[in-house]
């Protein structure tokens, strides 16, 4: 029996916990409050068996089979491309131009691997020389043979900002991780657009890569398009989305296992906070979740669970019909507290304070500077004693 007393005496904590007013409420950064049960719960992503895999809303662009290769690259012009397939991968030809993916991407997770020649020839650019861009060929993540690369003694001297792993001709990895030449290399790459607002641009996007699992760009903000020999700003907006590519560079380098998943603008959303959210944006989202939660309410009745309801509904939107029905509702449980003698009010002990939390949170948040109800229920704790403490 105790045991079923304590189950269900948690279930109703849990309850209550997940229920109505809680933690801090929305403002006008916040679409949402802290810990807000009406916030949309993430949608179930099945990650694959092993590290490297696709997931289950990945577009796959190359599986390794002649069909894929086929399907879902071009050349530049959208023709049939010049690369070769050969077994199982996708190699690049010289003077075949770039290879580009038929999808188109935005913001985008990208996973690649890829091999520079078992022997390569050459120095500097000349080993294993290609790229991997997003957008279309806007952004270059560089793709070399630079697992020997030693400027100082002139080994296989390189520009630090054009080896494997950099933003080409902005900034060089962190580290150089790279296997030997012939070995299969991964990127990660996690790729967010410029945001422009007109002409001006007030996010400059930004590459996070992993090269063979190690952390070698940490959220870059891109100047502007990757070019060779020159400097770059944002300056002006472009396509928001664009091609995957991968670089004919004259040297024979291998692909494979290639996938994509789109991403959400990072930047063009309601539930990030002070930097990124758009005010406009966030009002328009908390105005959505106050109507709905308004429509689950009977404004018929003015119980304490009306009354719990409609505070969260002014939580999100102080504007009409909240505030009018918070009003009709609010009113109504208060002429009920008014009528009620000593014994009832007793026996609604749980269910007033229970109330008295939820006006606590407005409170707290200023989202109601001075309630009516509040002050009535702060009169009947003191009143009744409720606020003394139990010896």
């Known amino acids: 029996m105790k045991k079923l007393i304590f189950a269900s005496a948690m279930a109703a904590v849990a309850a209550s916990a997940y229920a109505g007013l809680y933690g801090d409420t929305p403002d006008a950064k916040h679409a949402w409050a802290v ?8 949608v179930k992503v099945t990650p694959a068996d092993q590290i490297g895999q696709p997931p289950s809303d990945a577009v796959v662009l190359f599986d390794g089979t002649q069909k894929s290769f086929d399907e879902n690259w071009t050349d530049a012009r959208g023709n049939k491309t010049k690369w070769k397939f050969v ?8 003077s075949a131009g770039n290879i580009c993916s038929r999808e188109q991407f935005g913001d985008v997770q990208l996973h690649v691997e890829w091999q520079a020649p078992v022997k390569v020839s050459g120095f500097g650019q000349g080993r294993g020389n290609s790229g991997v861009f997003v957008l279309g060929g806007m952004y270059e993540v560089q793709v070399l ?3 020997e690369t030693n400027p100082a ?22 580290v150089n991780p790279t296997r030997k030449p012939g070995e299969w290399q991964v990127y990660d790459i996690v790729f967010h657009q410029p945001v422009f607002e007109g002409n001006t641009c ?6 996070t890569v992993f090269l063979n699992g190690v952390l070698v760009q940490d959220h870059w903000e891109v100047e502007g398009p990757t070019w060779h020999m020159r400097r770059t700003r944002q300056d002006k ?4 989305k664009g091609s995957i590519q991968f670089q004919d560079h004259g040297n024979p380098v291998h692909f494979r296992n290639v996938w994509a998943r789109h991403l959400p603008s990072r930047y063009a959303n309601t539930t990030h906070g002070t930097y990124l959210a758009k005010e406009q944006d966030v009002a328009a989202q908390r105005k959505a979740t106050a109507e709905k939660l308004l429509a689950k309410i009977d404004t018929s009745k003015c119980g304490a669970n009306e009354v719990n309801a409609i505070l969260e509904v002014v939580s999100y939107c102080k504007g009409e019909p909240f505030c009018g029905a918070c009003k009709k509702i609010c009113g109504g449980y208060l002429a009920k507290l008014n009528a009620m003698d000593g014994a009832a009010l007793d026996q609604a002990k749980g269910e007033i304070m229970g109330v008295k939390r939820s006006c606590d949170v407005l409170a707290r948040n200023k989202v109601v500077e001075k309630c009516p109800l509040k002050a009535k229920i702060e009169e009947i704790i003191k009143a009744r004693g409720w606020d003394k403490k139990r010896r």
């Open 153 to 174: 003694d002139m080994k296989n001297p390189n520009y630090a900002d054009g080896q494997a792993g950099a933003v080409y001709g902005q900034n060089p990895p962190l």
């Open 237 to 240: 907006p472009r396509a928001t």
């Open 35 to 42: 810990h807000d049960h009406n916030r949309p719960n993430p």
């Open 145 to 147: 043979d630079s697992y």
């Open 87 to 94: 077994n199982g991968t996708m190699e690049s030809v010289r």
């Open 202 to 207: 007030v996010h400059p996007g930004s590459l």
